[in-house]
T-cell receptor
Framework: DAKTTQPPSMDCAEGRAANLPCNHS???????VYWYRQIHSQGPQYIIH???NNETNEMASLIITEDRKSSTLILPHATLRDTAVYYC????????????FGGGTRVLVKP | SAVISQKPSRDICQRGTSLTIQCQVD?????MFWYRQQPGQSLTLIAT?????????ESGFVIDKFPISRPNLTFSTLTVSNMSPEDSSIYLC???????????FGDGTRLSIL
């Protein structure tokens, strides 16, 4: 699976959009981008995934660049409950379904 | 998505003892996994629990230390054997309901070894 690079931490203002970047410059054509988050004392929570098109669900939007070498997770209106570690993971669809977690981005939403 | 229950949620154990962690899912799932999260670290995959056969272990993890069972499509156990303080971690179960679908995680078992 391709390696990802994320900033170790970032602060966001409550009520504003939070834009979380992820670099995956070595991504292969058959690898998807997945985002999970882990709120303190809980297991990781699936957020969204995509291949090359932008995706949106009730939690977030995923913007993938045309060359697929980077992506951005957007939380449209950050709340204090969005404070968590966010993990960007790339892997081949159904390749044993294994997930390789990197260090993630520790996001602190401030009032 | 499937509801995943892990027991116990936390425990404090003496070194040299063993503890079995249970993972129960409220619906049949195709795949089950066990992860470890050491203090302040990210998650590391221990093994894939295979129904009716031996688990598939990742590099650095062995069956003698982390025996795993999966007797059916809704239940799995992970045993942490002959525990030492280095085994103090959160152990998490995850499942895939259908092939290719995202994994979903339980809230983990927080284990401390004295």
């Amino acid at each position: 699976d391709a390696k990802t690079t994320q900033p170790p931490s970032m602060d966001c203002a409550e009520g504003r959009a939070a834009n979380l970047p992820c670099n995956h410059s070595t991504i292969s054509g058959n690898e998807y981008v997945y985002w999970y988050r882990q709120i303190h004392s809980q297991g990781p929570q699936y957020i969204i995934h995509g291949l090359k098109n932008n995706e949106t669900n009730e939690m977030a939007s995923l913007i993938i660049t045309e060359d697929r070498k980077s992506s951005t997770l957007i939380l449209p209106h950050a709340t204090l409950r969005d404070t968590a570690v966010y993990y960007c993971i790339v892997r081949v669809w159904a390749a044993g379904n294994k997930l390789t977690f990197g260090g993630g981005t520790r996001v602190l939403v401030k009032p | 998505s499937a509801v995943i229950s892990q027991k116990p949620s936390r425990d404090i154990c003496q070194r040299g003892t063993s503890l079995t962690i249970q993972c129960q899912v409220d619906s049949q799932v195709t795949m089950m996994f066990w992860y470890r999260q050491q203090p302040g670290q990210s998650l590391t995959l221990i093994a894939t629990a295979n129904q009716g056969s031996e688990a598939t272990y990742e590099s650095g993890f062995v069956i003698d230390k982390f025996p795993i069972s999966r007797p059916n499509l809704t239940f799995s156990t992970l045993t942490v054997s002959n525990m030492s303080p280095e085994d103090s971690s959160i152990y998490l179960c995850s499942v895939v309901e259908e092939g290719g679908q995202p994994q979903h995680f339980g809230d983990g078992t927080r284990l401390s070894i004295l």
